[in-house]
């Protein structure tokens, strides 16, 4: 005779079942960002150090950030600056060439102008003084250090909601960074 299934085994599956499709609703969310988001390249001081346990990366500072903190701790006092750990979103303004820079704090409700596109950004805790508009970090396959280390940009995609993920890097002309095929 079979035994009868048990409810934690039950429930344990359907936990399981709920958290992949969670994920891949969150992949296919990021793909079709990847696919038809605006194009926003944001100005970027590319480090790029060696994690022994990562391997290479490059670890990306956002002129955009920088901005960005520069008008909250205007905005707002330190102790209120600490306390706001939401969402929050940022009016970014194309200056030609899909290259943007920081304008403004979005208000609720507010009209974008031509040209102004929103961009979504987290303060990081543990400090008043960092908030994150997206990926710290690049990472890369050994020997590409000297191809990586000429990026001026990094090209985001970005969608109506100010939603963003990191597509690529680019250089001082705006070309994009890509390694070269290998040949067999």
Not at 2 to 21: D, G, H
Not at 74 to 98: C, I, S
Not at 158 to 167: F, H, I, Q
Request: glycine fraction near 6%; aromatic fraction near 12%.
């Amino acid at each position: 005779m079979k035994k009868p299934a048990s409810w934690p085994r039950i429930l344990c599956c359907l936990a399981l079942a709920f958290f992949l499709a969670g994920y891949n609703i969150s992949i296919a969310a990021k793909e079709t960002l990847l696919e038809q988001g605006t194009v926003m390249l944001l100005e970027l001081r590319p480090v790029d150090p060696l994690s022994l346990l990562q391997g290479f990366y490059m670890a990306l500072d956002y002129e955009a950030e920088r901005e960005i903190v520069r008008e909250m701790k205007e905005l707002f006092r330190d102790e209120e600056f600490q306390e706001r750990r939401e969402r929050h979103l940022a009016v970014m303004r194309d200056t030609g060439d899909r290259v943007y820079e920081f304008s403004r704090l979005y208000s609720e409700g507010e009209a974008l102008a031509p040209g102004e596109h929103l961009l979504a950004f987290k303060i990081v805790h543990g400090g008043f003084d960092r908030v994150s508009i997206g990926a710290g970090s690049y990472f890369f396959e050994e020997g590409y250090e000297e191809l990586y280390s000429r990026a001026s940009y990094a090209e985001f995609r970005v969608d109506e909601k100010g939603n963003s993920v990191l597509a690529q890097l680019r250089d001082d002309d705006l070309r994009v960074i890509a390694r070269p095929e290998k040949s067999d």
